[in-house]
């Protein structure tokens, strides 16, 4: 479905974009995450054919997107952060206009506007002027408008910004409905967000492309990527710092819980066995065992941050 390869943008002397290549394929809702600055919004221009790459080519549903620009805009609902809307036209008149923009037949418009209508939840509103609904409703119109000439690929700009938590649910809800059909990109930087609905992400900074894959693949991949706790009975502290070099694993924590109980917390790639192995083989009882994997926003901090190093 989207196919970058080899992407720089410049903007001057200024590089947004350096040498980024991904693919996506159907039936995905990726998350695209960076920080502010970071490339996000210059990758989605590009896919969308608001701005042509420096070097390198993407590719939409086997289109060339700096050959085609057109083409492919008939391929993508778009959603920008801050969507533009017609505040003086009613629902209605709205989703008709973009119909017209769309190219949509005469005939297949009705049926077309009432399926979107009742996909976003719009029909209560749907003869009040936008001027007049809530974000909520305005962002949901803004989703109708995308998904009006059934595109193949959704791409959203902070989908759920300045929403309240009951309108950031629906919204969710909604998008997750969406991708059951159509390959979904969302750009945010609510975590939390991504956690809920996307299958896949994407980690730009500094105009690279720092992770990509399911968020567990890139915890494994990171080297020290889950934090096991441990409780050893029969020991203390002095013992115990003495014995972990022996284990490996970073940022190492030892505390004395009671006079035969030493708690320690590191960062470690493992399934567990080596540790008792280890623990086995220097005399000491494990009594308790926890494993706790790094949650995404734990591994946007860990690359973004080394990124900026």
């Not at 119109?141 to 959203?156: E, K, M, S, V």
């Not at 967000?193 to 730009?204: G, K, N, Q, Y």
Request: charged residues 20%; aromatic residues 6%.
């Amino acid at each position: 479905m989207i196919s970058v390869q080899n992407v720089t943008k410049r903007y001057g002397t200024i590089e947004a974009v350096k040498n980024v290549s991904f693919e996506v394929g159907k039936g995905h809702i990726v998350g695209f995450l960076g920080p502010n600055g970071a490339g996000k919004t210059t990758v989605m221009k590009i896919l969308t054919g608001y701005h042509f790459p420096s070097e390198g080519t993407a590719y939409i549903n086997n289109i060339n997107v700096q050959e085609n620009p057109v083409a492919v805009k008939a391929h993508i609902g778009y959603v920008p952060e801050g969507v533009p809307l017609y505040g003086d036209l009613t629902v209605r008149e709205y989703l008709n206009f973009i119909a017209d923009a769309r190219g949509i037949l005469r005939n297949d418009r009705k049926k077309s506007v009432e399926r979107v209508l009742a996909l976003c939840g719009l029909e209560s509103v749907v003869y009040k002027k936008i001027e007049t609904l809530s974000k909520g409703y305005k962002q949901r119109t803004g989703l109708a408008q995308a998904i009006l000439p059934d595109p193949p690929l959704l791409i959203l700009d902070e989908p759920t910004t300045g929403l309240d938590p009951n309108q950031i649910i629906e919204i969710r809800s909604l998008i997750k409905t969406l991708g059951i059909e159509k390959t979904v990109m969302v750009s945010t930087h609510i975590l939390p967000e991504v956690e809920a609905i996307c299958s896949v992400v994407l980690i730009i900074n500094e105009g690279h492309i720092v992770a990509n894959g399911k968020p567990e693949e890139i915890a494994i991949s990171l080297k020290g990527s889950e934090l096991w706790e441990l409780y050893l009975k029969g020991a203390d502290y002095a013992t115990v710092q003495r014995k972990i070099i022996h284990l490996g694993g970073t940022n190492i924590h030892i505390h004395q819980v009671t006079t035969d109980t030493v708690k320690v917390v590191l960062s470690m790639a493992s399934d567990g066995e080596s540790i008792f192995d280890w623990a086995v083989s220097e005399g000491l009882k494990i009594i308790g065992m926890n494993k706790n994997k790094m949650s995404l926003e734990d591994i946007f901090v860990k690359l973004t941050h080394e990124e900026e190093k």
